[in-house]
């Protein structure tokens, strides 16, 4: 891959986790791991208003990120692949991780004392 094409790729990543840098479109994307949801379904489940919900959705639509389709007047989000919801699961293994680490360290350094 050549220079130019790497830094394309890396602006996209950017604007991909730039995208997902929000605790609500995180819970989004948690709850459409499983399947497709309605705007009310997702509502419903995390407490947020039908704008707010609907305003995340777009967001996360627009880069890619969920595929949506319409029956009659409801419209229901799906995550547009699976990996979407490996890469938060790999995010979550890796933030248990050092939270792991943190805790035995500071462990070691209230024994220390």
């Known amino acids: 891959m050549d220079t130019q094409n790497k830094e ?58 969920l595929s949506s389709r319409r029956e009659g007047t409801t419209v229901y989000y799906g995550l547009s692949s699976g990996r979407i919801a490996e890469a938060c699961d790999l995010i979550h293994s890796v933030l248990n991780e050092q939270l792991k680490l943190n805790r035995n360290l500071s462990i070691l350094l209230s024994q220390g004392k």
């Open 8 to 65: 394309q790729l890396f602006q996209l990543q950017a604007e991909i986790c730039k995208t997902m840098a929000d605790a609500k479109r995180l819970k989004i994307i948690h709850e459409l791991r499983d399947g497709e949801l309605s705007v009310t379904d997702i509502c419903n489940r995390l407490g947020l208003s039908q704008s707010n919900t609907s305003q995340h959705l777009s967001i996360l639509k627009r880069r890619g990120l």
